[in-house]
């Protein structure tokens, strides 16, 4: 008689991919924008839709540069502000998510942990600004500098080819599904991310305890 099969266990998760907003910054593009709907007496639904038009035409995408992106948003919103101005005022849109933060702090004291975000240049520079430990991981994969975004699996894969990293072994913390689903689908675990407790309550159903010395990302 053959011996059972047995299935192999899945493998211990050494690097965690972290998402930006929605996880370390709460996004709230409409306030930003108030002013300059008051000023061109146009709703402010309308302006926020050619502004995100705008972005996502290729600013997070690498597709065009700051001052392309600027003239885009004067077009968009029939303003005329400079390349600063805009840069002020794109990144006014995040408020600190400080209970996440300190617990990305402690975790990247002791594990591999790599920021997977769709951003553009100026929010990622904002970014390093307002939160320190940045500093302490292990990568940074912008879909600015992808050329694409979550949750196209191209992103995924060019990141792990970038970093050298292991599906298997990583998992992603982001606030949407469909980009844990996707992840999940190449073979990469994933939480979706609600608030810093249940996310703490997650990564220590993997394993994973922050501020403890741990296995995750000593190597590979």
């Known amino acids: 008689m053959p011996a059972p ?7 211990a998760v050494r690097h965690l991919l972290i998402d930006a907003g929605g996880v370390l910054f709460a996004a709230h593009p409409g306030r930003a924008f108030e002013g300059i709907a008051a000023r061109s007496g146009r709703p402010a639904s309308e302006i926020l839709g050619g502004v995100m038009d705008a972005a996502k035409s290729g600013f997070d995408r690498g597709r065009i540069e700051g001052p392309a992106f600027a003239a885009e948003l004067n077009r968009a919103t029939r303003q005329d502000l400079s390349e600063e101005e805009w840069r002020e005022i794109w990144c006014s849109i995040f408020e600190d998510l400080s209970p996440m933060q300190a617990l990305v702090t402690r975790l990247a004291r002791d594990h591999g942990c790599y920021l997977f975000s769709n951003t553009d240049p100026w929010h990622l520079a904002w970014f390093r600004t307002r ?25 995924y894969l060019l990141g792990f080819e970038r970093f050298g990293l292991a599906p298997e072994q990583c998992l992603l913390i982001d606030d949407r599904a469909e980009n844990v689903e996707a992840v999940t689908v190449l073979g990469a675990q ?4 609600r608030n810093a407790e249940e996310t703490e309550a997650a990564l220590e159903s993997f394993g994973i305890k922050a501020g403890i010395e741990a296995e995750i990302g000593a190597g590979g």
């Open 190 to 193: 994933g939480i979706v991310h």
């Open 5 to 11: 099969r047995r299935e192999a266990p899945p493998a």
């Open 131 to 155: 939160f320190p430990a940045l500093a302490s991981f292990r990568g940074v994969h912008p879909s600015f500098e992808a050329g694409c975004a979550k949750p196209d699996p191209r992103y």
